[in-house]
């Protein structure tokens, strides 16, 4: 699968499709809208890859065991390389597991929520109690009238509680993917974080030296010094970035463009 705007903005020719696709609980349905047959090259190495365009995809493409047995890609892992076409190719293998942002909320059973109405899922078991989370609603799922809005909650007892805002009764179908939790930081965690980069602060208590000059901190004196030097060795340490003769790439090593990816969902107020 490919994400459909990546496939756009790459222009591939998209086909029409009569494929389908759907979540890992097999009922959630994914928009498809095409297919492409394209030949990608990485260095001297060839790859055809045949996907479904997906309105709603999560990453840019998602290349599974067909795709792996079609171009002859073989996984080793306990020598963490690939073997691609015959070429093995070593990887660097992540030892610790990487820390988790957020993660999936979907229903523990089949029940219908009455406007407001709580339904109750259960937390994963590395989730501490007390712990702010970021609530997202999922977009994907099959029901037509958003039910639940962007919301900051906790976790209570090992359950999340999410409420129906809307005014009608809602249908909820057992592992129906429901939202996305992220973990949330206080401005105090990111001002801790900040000052145990331990850069010596400029001279000045409210500019900056070199290219960040420009930049006035705390005009009002609402920081403390603490918050106020977290600011100045943020400045200190990206002072390129506010150069005023900034270079430009030139698309030597190839076509690099920078894009935001914006969800249809509005963070939470």
């Given at each position: 699968?490919?994400?459909?705007?990546?496939?756009?903005?790459?222009?591939?020719?998209?086909?029409?499709?009569?494929?389908?696709?759907?979540?890992?609980?097999?009922?959630?349905?994914?928009?498809?809208?095409?297919?492409?047959?394209?030949?990608?090259?990485?260095?001297?190495?060839?790859?055809?890859?045949?996907?479904?365009?997906?309105?709603?995809?999560?990453?840019?493409?998602?290349?599974?065991?067909?795709?792996?047995?079609?171009?002859?890609?073989?996984?080793?892992?306990?020598?963490?390389?690939?073997?691609?076409?015959?070429?093995?190719?070593?990887?660097e293998s992540r030892?610790?597991?990487?820390?988790?942002?957020?993660?999936?909320?979907?229903?523990?059973?089949?029940?219908?929520?009455?406007?407001?109405?709580?339904?109750?899922?259960q937390a994963p078991?590395?989730?501490?109690?007390?712990?702010?989370?970021?609530?997202?609603?999922?977009?994907?799922?099959?029901?037509?009238?958003?039910?639940?809005?962007?919301d900051i909650t906790?976790?209570?007892?090992?359950?999340?509680?999410?409420?129906?805002?809307?005014?009608?009764?809602?249908?909820?179908?057992?592992?129906?993917?429901?939202?996305?939790?992220?973990?949330?930081?206080?401005?105090?965690?990111?001002?801790?974080?900040?000052?145990?980069?331990?850069?010596?602060?400029?001279?000045?208590?409210?500019?900056?030296?070199?290219?960040?000059?420009?930049?006035?901190?705390?005009?009002?004196?609402?920081?403390?010094?603490?918050?106020?030097?977290?600011?100045?060795?943020?400045?200190?340490?990206?002072?390129?970035?506010?150069?005023?003769?900034?270079?430009?790439?030139?698309?030597?090593?190839?076509?690099?463009?920078?894009?935001?990816?914006?969800?249809?969902?509005?963070?939470?107020?």
């Amino acid at each position: 699968m490919i994400r459909h705007s990546l496939a756009i903005n790459l222009g591939m020719d998209i086909k029409p499709t009569s494929h389908t696709a759907s979540q890992a609980d097999g009922k959630t349905k994914l928009k498809a809208c095409g297919e492409i047959h394209v030949t990608l090259t990485q260095a001297d190495i060839s790859f055809s890859l045949q996907a479904v365009c997906m309105q709603d995809l999560d990453c840019d493409i998602l290349a599974g065991v067909p795709f792996m047995r079609e171009n002859n890609i073989v996984l080793d892992l306990p020598k963490d390389r690939l073997i691609v076409q015959g070429k093995p190719i070593t990887y660097e293998s992540r030892k610790k597991a990487s820390s988790i942002k957020s993660f999936l909320l979907r229903a523990n059973c089949k029940e219908v929520l009455y406007p407001g109405d709580y339904l109750e899922i259960q937390a994963p078991t590395s989730l501490k109690d007390d712990v702010s989370l970021a609530v997202e609603p999922r977009t994907d799922g099959p029901l037509p009238e958003p039910w639940l809005c962007p919301d900051i909650t906790k976790c209570v007892d090992g359950i999340i509680r999410l409420v129906n805002s809307s005014n009608s009764p809602v249908a909820i179908q057992r592992n129906q993917h429901i939202a996305q939790a992220y973990y949330t930081s206080s401005p105090e965690d990111l001002v801790a974080n900040a000052a145990v980069l331990n850069i010596n602060p400029p001279s000045s208590n409210t500019k900056c030296d070199s290219g960040s000059s420009t930049i006035v901190v705390d005009p009002n004196q609402q920081l403390s010094t603490t918050e106020q030097r977290a600011f100045h060795d943020l400045h200190a340490r990206y002072a390129m970035v506010f150069q005023k003769s900034i270079g430009m790439y030139n698309d030597r090593s190839g076509k690099l463009r920078a894009t935001i990816n914006m969800g249809p969902v509005e963070p939470p107020a």
